[in-house]
């Protein structure tokens, strides 16, 4: 009696379990059903466009690393002097690392590293230059502050604070408008590229009719300018000429009346 009551109480609940697994199924199905729409939604742009985002992600990655470094480069004579700040975020091994390196950077005669070997030699044959020379473990240093996501807002900060212009400034900045004019072209579909491409060469077409009527508005005051210049040429020489013509008029005039007075004159004489 027991095994019937068992296999019917199995009976009874199998439509639940199979309602219960019919709902997780359908569920599921929604669920895939949505994340294809979704993906769908997503793509709906062209391979191209989706390509230069991708681009555009992983090269800003890079540019932000490199402009966050060029920061970093860029305060550590200040880090330098920040002892309490660099102990209280870095690791004790680490902060010893520091201490051992600036000490290196300060004095590199007390290095055994093979550049600074080099550099002995250097110093031997008269260089003494090794305040500008890097050593090698300054490469070790930054990877330890670039490790530091803490660090980040001093050095926004100091780089913030920074009002006069140095070479690594200027270079920080350069950098970062490079990124920003990379992110904002990358961000251009490939329609709207291509509607500025034709757009810009519609403006060059126009220029270039313009241009083409600039020379021919050129050439024809050029040649006004030229007739101009040859016609009042020779009007010059015609008044030249008529000015001689008359001169010799009024000679001839003079000549004549100066005769007639004399001829009157003897006639009453």
């Given amino acids: 009696m027991s095994q019937m009551d068992s296999q019917s109480s199995a009976t009874l609940q199998s439509p639940s379990t199979y309602s219960d ?7 599921r199905s929604l669920a895939s059903s949505r994340e294809e729409e979704d993906l769908t939604k997503d793509n709906s742009a062209s391979p191209i466009d989706l390509e230069c985002h991708i681009q555009a992600e992983r090269i800003t990655k890079i540019l932000d690393e490199a402009i966050y470094k060029t920061k970093l480069a860029i305060c550590l004579p200040i880090f330098v002097q920040e002892y ?7 690791k004790v ?16 005669l007390f290095s055994t590293s093979l550049l600074n070997v080099a550099a002995m030699e250097d110093i031997k044959a008269g260089d003494i230059s090794l305040k500008n020379r890097l050593n090698p ?18 050095a926004e900060q100091l780089i913030a604070e920074m009002r006069r212009k140095v070479p690594g400034l200027e270079y920080l900045l350069t950098l970062e408008n490079f990124r920003d004019m990379m992110v904002k072209q990358m961000e251009m579909t490939a329609a709207e590229e291509l509607e500025m491409k034709m757009h810009t060469r519609k403006l060059e077409a126009s220029n270039g009719k313009l241009l083409e009527k600039i020379q021919e508005y050129t050439k024809c005051l050029k040649e006004e300018n030229e007739s101009f210049e040859k016609s009042m040429r020779i009007k010059s020489e015609m ?8 001169g010799i008029l009024n000679r001839d005039a003079d000549i004549f009346l100066k005769k007639k007075i004399w001829f009157w004159q003897l006639d009453r004489i």
């Avoid at 697994?21 to 569920?27: D, G, N």
């Avoid at 309490?84 to 870095?90: D, G």
């Avoid at 008044?239 to 008359?246: C, D, Q, R, V």
């Fill in 21 to 27: 697994s019919s709902k997780t199924q359908s569920t």
């Fill in 84 to 90: 309490r700040t660099l102990s209280s975020i870095l």
């Fill in 93 to 108: 091994e680490h902060m010893d690392d520091l201490t051992f390196i600036f000490e290196q950077y300060d004095n590199p």
């Fill in 137 to 154: 473990e300054l490469g070790h240093l930054m990877y330890i502050l670039n490790s530091y996501p803490q660090l980040r807002p001093k």
């Fill in 239 to 246: 008044i030249s000429k008529l000015e001689y013509e008359l």
